[in-house]
């Protein structure tokens, strides 16, 4: 049973209105310019940005408040080639064979391949991990919702990405297994998503696609 110390009272700054729809009219069309870039600058990024993303994305709700989440930032460049060998050689086989030949029809917008000269290029890697469970002294505790609270938190990193005049891509190299072992961590993680960070570089270009409608996204019931 909970008491009434348990809990603080909440406060924010109250807005009207008119203020509210000013202001998610106003953040809507600046994220309405996020992109996903595969073209990065290599000029450095300070890790003090880096460790107030990570600390933007950790403020996301979680199953029972357990924060079932790490986030690997990874600047050293050994390490960043040991990602790029390992994932390169599943994107390998994912372009010949593992994928089928709708989901490759699908990627040709973007005109990727399984070279991945971007994961030594951008200065940080994020690997997002899934924390299964807890261990303290031999003793484990269950999370909840781990799924859901990891990919609430890993879209908060991605906008607080985006906020800090940075660009970002969400990389799924399937399996993701390697990079658990490339990291040495703990057998209750698994890879979530690789992120590599950084700025663009000057001559990025992005593909020239749009985003769905809103009548397309959602369905209203009032």
Known sequence: MSSAEDFIPYKRQEMSEEESIKNSASFYE??????????????????????????????????????????????????????????????????????????????KPFATDWNKEFLEIAPWLIVVSRVIYNEVEGQKSSNYYINESVG??????????????????????????????????????????????GYASDDAMIPNISRKKLADVSVFYE
């Not at 309405?32 to 000029?43: A, I, Q, V």
């Not at 003090?48 to 990874?74: R, V, Y």
């Open 30 to 107: 600046f994220m309405n310019t996020r992109r996903s870039l595969r073209m990065f600058s290599d000029k450095p990024v300070p890790k003090k940005i880096i460790e107030n993303i990570i600390l933007t994305a950790s403020t996301a709700p979680s199953g029972a408040n357990k924060q079932p989440w790490i986030f690997n930032a990874i600047s050293n460049k050994e390490i960043k080639h040991k990602i790029r060998i390992a994932a390169e050689e599943e994107e390998y086989k994912n372009y010949n064979g593992r994928m089928n030949e709708e989901w490759l029809e699908d990627l």
């Open 152 to 197: 609430i938190a890993t879209g908060m990193l991605i906008t607080a990405i985006h906020h800090a005049g940075l660009v970002g891509l969400t990389h799924t190299p399937s399996p993701m297994g390697f990079l658990m072992n490339v990291l040495n961590r703990p057998k209750n993680e698994r890879a979530f998503l690789l992120i590599p960070i």
